[in-house]
C-alpha cells in the first residue's frame, strides 16, 4: 500500500470514529422518539383549561374517573389549613379563658359551708348513662381530633410506624363507641328534658350573672339556665355529629361527593364546637365549683350546696319527700 493510500485509510478511520462518538453524544443529550412528559403536558393543559382532571375509566365506580376538580381542592385546603385554625382557636383559647378565669375567680365555694346532710340528685341509671356518654364523648373527641391533628403534630413525635398502629386503633374506636355514644344522647335527652325547658326562672337567673361570675345565688329548679344549655349543646351538637357521623361512616349511601363534603365540614365543626363546650363543663364540673363533682360522682349533694345552687328544686324535693328525707354524711376522715 502506497503513503497516499494508508493516509486515507487512517483519515477515513478517523472520520468513522469522530462521527460515530458525535451521534452517541447527541442521543444521550437529545430526548427520545417518545417523550415520556406528553400525557402529563396535555394533563397539564387541560388542568389549565377545564380546571379539573377527570376522563373515562374501566372501574365500576365512575366517581374514580374523576382525579382532580375546583371543590375538591376547596375541601381539602378546609380540611389541612381552615379546620386546623378553627379548631386550635376554639379549643386552645377555651382552655386560656377557663385558666384565666379560675385565676381571678378561683373556685365557686358552698358559701355557708356544709351541712353535713345529702340529698339523692341522680340515681344510678343517671348515673350510669352520663358517664358511659362522657367516657365515649372523650375517646371520640381525641380519636377524632388525631384525623385533624395527628399528621401534623403527633407523626413527628411518634414516627411512622407507631402513628399508624394508633390512628387504626382510634378509628376503630370512633366507629364502634359512636353507637354507645348516640344511645347514650338519645337517654339523655329523654331522661332531662323534663328539666331542661327554658322558663322565666332562667332569664332572671341569667340577669344575675349565674352566681358564677359574682357571690349571687339566684334561684333554679333542678337544672339552672347554665345546666339547661349544656343539655341542649349535648342533645342538639350530639345528634348533628351522630347524623354527619353516620353519613361519613356509610359513605355515598344516598348522597354525592358534595354531600360527604357538607357532612365532614359539619361533623368537623360542630365537633371542635362541642369539644369546647365541653371542657366548660368539665371545669364546673370539677376545679371551677365545690361539691358539684359528687352530684356524678355518689349521686348525692350537700343539702347547703342545692340550698345555694338549686333553691326551688330544693323546695319541690322537700314537698315531695318530707324534710327528713336527707341523709347525715359519713365522717370523711377515717381518724375522727
Ligand atoms: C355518633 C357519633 C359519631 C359518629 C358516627 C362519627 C363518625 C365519624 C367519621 C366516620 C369520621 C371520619 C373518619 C375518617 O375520615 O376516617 C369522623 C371524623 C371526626 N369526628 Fe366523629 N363521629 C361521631 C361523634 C364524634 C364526636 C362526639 C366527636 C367529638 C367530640 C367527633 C369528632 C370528630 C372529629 C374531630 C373528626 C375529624 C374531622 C376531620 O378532621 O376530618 N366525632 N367521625
Known sequence: ??????????VGALTFLVLALSVQTASAQQPTMVNPQASAVKEGQLFEELNRISGRCTVPDQKACTIEQPAGRDWRHFHEV???WIGGIVIIGTLAMLIGFYLWRGMVKIEIGRSGRTIVRFNGFERFVHWMTATCFIILALSGLNITFGKPLLLPLIGPESFTAWSQLAKYAHNYLSFPFTIGVFLIFLMWIAGNIPNRVDVEWLKRGGGIVGHD?????RFNAGQKMIYWIVVLGGA??????YVLMFPFYGTDIAGMQVAQIAHAIVAVLFIAAMIGHIYIGTVGMEGAFEAMGTGTVDLNWAKEHHILWLEEEKARTGPNETRR???TNPAE
Open 82 to 84: 381552615t379546620l386546623r
Open 240 to 245: 348533628a355529629v351522630a347524623a354527619s357521623g
Open 329 to 331: 354524711q359519713p365522717a
Open 217 to 221: 345565688h339566684p334561684p333554679a329548679y
Open 1 to 10: 500500500m502506497t503513503v497516499i493510500a494508508k493516509f486515507r485509510v487512517i
